[in-house]
């Protein structure tokens, strides 16, 4: 057997680690898209259809995509947007072949791993490894493959991420954090550079966060040098109260009046509280003209309001994303030049 390659017809998503069901809600809830896949290799779902592609353009030439750029699931880490099927004797042949398409490959795989690991050993190095934070994510076109069997792989030299598998992980830090929910705000920031090119908060910046306790996303943004004005009903972890960059106020901060917070760069949130309680909140901000940077946590309430998600993201110079380390939740991020 000699070397195939086949095109296919059709789009694949992956979605996030353990969340394939919420991307077939998300599926058939927001796009109306009832057809069942026509493979399903792993967490990697491939349609025989080229529906996805009469979606809006999107506006931010940063994106990954093809030439008939589409609204993608958020649920999807990546999409492969130009699949195709390749057949090989050898693992030089498999990557011999990717490589002349493109230098940049990730893996996804779930069966044959070790034979994906020689492949992607002959492949040109990629970082696969977690990341530092903070860090500038590459704007390089990266692929997407997947082993079905020992010698048939399905891939995609166009994808909709510039993240190896659609995937930011992080070296964490398991002693100074308050909370995991650390890992969302340095995330997002990273997302926040790679959508819109904003710089991240830094020594002159002042922050305002929304629901803080205990305190992960504060503890980010002091070790980035920003003061923070700090509210919620119940104290910060003790480190951060004593800090000299944070300002603490026991508040509900969403009855806080702009006015009584005063001029800030940044404003965030991770508040438990009903989306349409948080659009209300992010539109009287907005209204203000005052702020210019904001990021909140979308947090689900049961089935998804799906109309209600495209008032968020029909917000001017703003983006939803599901980051990596998102559950049940999506995340707002809001950046004007």
């Known amino acids: 057997m000699s070397t195939k390659i086949t095109p296919l017809n059709g789009i694949a998503f992956l979605s996030f680690p353990e969340q394939i069901e919420l991307l077939r809600s998300e599926l058939r809830g927001h796009f109306n898209f009832t057809k069942t896949p026509n ?51 050898s693992i030089g042949e498999a ?30 190095y990629i970082n696969l490894k977690p990341r530092k934070f903070p ?13 079905i069997d020992e010698h048939t792989l399905i891939a995609s030299a166009k994808t909709s991420s510039f993240l190896p598998a659609g995937t930011l992980n992080f070296v964490e830090d398991h002693e100074n954090p308050p909370s995991r929910a650390y890992l969302k705000i340095q995330e997002s920031l990273t997302m926040a550079n790679l959508f819109f090119g904003v710089d991240l908060p830094g020594e002159n910046s002042r922050c305002f966060e929304a629901g803080a306790c205990p305190g992960g996303w504060t503890w980010v ?35 806080l009046k702009p006015e009584e917070i005063g001029d800030v ?38 089935e998804i309001n799906w ?11 703003s983006k939803i994303v599901h980051l990596n380390y998102n559950k049940h939740e999506l995340t707002w991020i809001h950046c004007e030049k």
């Not at 309680?277 to 309430?301: D, H, V």
Request: net charge negative; glycine share 4%; with cysteine.
């Open 39 to 89: 493979q399903v290799y792993g967490e990697l779902l491939y349609f025989e259809t080229s529906d996805f592609f009469c979606g809006n353009k999107a506006e931010n030439q940063n994106e990954q995509t093809s030439a008939s750029a589409v609204e993608l699931p958020y649920w999807a880490r990546t999409a492969m947007l130009e699949p195709f099927i390749l057949k090989f004797d």
């Open 95 to 124: 990557a011999g072949e990717l490589k002349k398409i493109q230098r940049n490959w990730a893996p996804y795989q779930f069966t044959c791993f070790r034979r994906a690991e020689l492949i992607q050993e002959k492949l040109p």
């Open 135 to 147: 860090l500038t994510i590459p704007q390089s076109p990266i692929g997407l493959y997947t082993l």
């Open 221 to 255: 943004l002091v070790n980035l040098g920003s003061k923070v004005f700090a509210v919620d009903r119940a104290e910060l972890a003790p480190e951060l109260m004593k800090n000299p960059l944070v300002t603490f106020q026991a508040h509900d901060a969403f009855t």
């Open 265 to 302: 760069d940044w404003i965030f949130s991770d508040v438990i509280c009903y989306p349409e309680r948080l659009l209300e909140w992010i539109k009287m901000w907005l209204a203000t003209g005052r702020i210019k940077n904001m990021i909140c946590t979308i947090k689900m309430q049961g």
């Open 307 to 317: 109309p209600l998600i495209s008032e968020f993201a029909a917000i001017p110079d």
